[in-house]
């Protein structure tokens, strides 16, 4: 029988297709797995080198950006304490102005002072001679006269009314 055999040989040959089918599916189910676990792996190791490379990259900005960022701390520090210093030395000047001022004042008082005791001894001077004169001329002749103190101490001479008599002049002339 011929057709049985054909049908056998074509059941056969459907089996051995389905088998074959079968087989090719598991095969292609595992290189799709295998190739899976490839892709996931190179995945990884991607994201590993990436990672290292951007590490290589970005440490030394970031030691650099460390370095910046404590730099700028110390120079804010700094700043700080040349802002204070510079804040007490400027309360420090006004202090020694003030203090200059002060005694620039206290000295002007102290020539003025001198000019007015110059001054009181000049006049008490010229009223000594204006006192011994009129006690003289009270016990003396009206026609006597003598230099004031004022005058004879090298000061302003005082002009008197007997310095104008005729005897005063004369006395004056022996003097030159």
Same mark, same amino acid.
């Given at each position: 029988?011929?057709?049985?055999?054909?049908?056998?040989?074509?059941?056969?040959?459907?089996? +051995?297709?389905?088998?074959?089918?079968?087989?090719?599916?598991?095969?292609?189910?595992? $290189?799709?797995?295998?190739?899976?676990?490839?892709?996931?792996?190179?995945?990884?190791?991607?994201?590993?080198?990436?990672?290292?490379?951007?590490?290589?990259?970005?440490?030394?900005?970031?030691?650099?950006?460390?370095?910046?960022? #404590?730099?700028?701390?110390?120079?804010?520090?700094?700043?700080?304490?040349?802002?204070?210093?510079?804040?007490?030395?400027?309360?420090?000047?006004?202090?020694?102005?003030?203090?200059?001022?002060?005694?620039?004042?206290?000295?002007?008082?102290?020539?003025?002072?001198?000019?007015? #005791?110059?001054?009181?001894?000049? +006049?008490?001077?010229?009223?000594?001679?204006?006192?011994?004169?009129?006690?003289?001329?009270?016990?003396?002749?009206?026609?006597?006269?003598?230099?004031?103190?004022?005058?004879?101490?090298?000061?302003?001479?005082? #002009?008197?009314?007997?310095?104008?008599?005729?005897?005063?002049?004369? $006395?004056?002339?022996?003097?030159?």
């Amino acid at each position: 029988p011929p057709s049985r055999l054909r049908n056998e040989k074509g059941q056969d040959s459907q089996e +051995d297709q389905t088998r074959m089918l079968s087989t090719v599916a598991k095969e292609y189910q595992v $290189k799709q797995l295998k190739l899976k676990e490839v892709n996931e792996q190179n995945r990884k190791e991607a994201l590993a080198a990436t990672e290292t490379v951007a590490n290589l990259v970005t440490d030394p900005v970031t030691t650099n950006v460390s370095e910046v960022f #404590a730099t700028q701390r110390k120079l804010e520090k700094e700043v700080k304490g040349l802002q204070t210093n510079t804040s007490h030395f400027a309360k420090q000047t006004r202090q020694w102005l003030e203090m200059i001022d002060d005694f620039n004042a206290n000295l002007k008082e102290v020539g003025d002072f001198q000019n007015w #005791a110059k001054t009181v001894e000049w +006049d008490m001077k010229n009223i000594a001679s204006a006192l011994d004169y009129v006690s003289r001329s009270d016990s003396h002749t009206p026609s006597s006269s003598f230099p004031p103190a004022a005058a004879a101490a090298g000061d302003f001479p005082v #002009a008197t009314a007997a310095d104008d008599t005729p005897a005063a002049e004369a $006395k004056s002339r022996k003097k030159t």
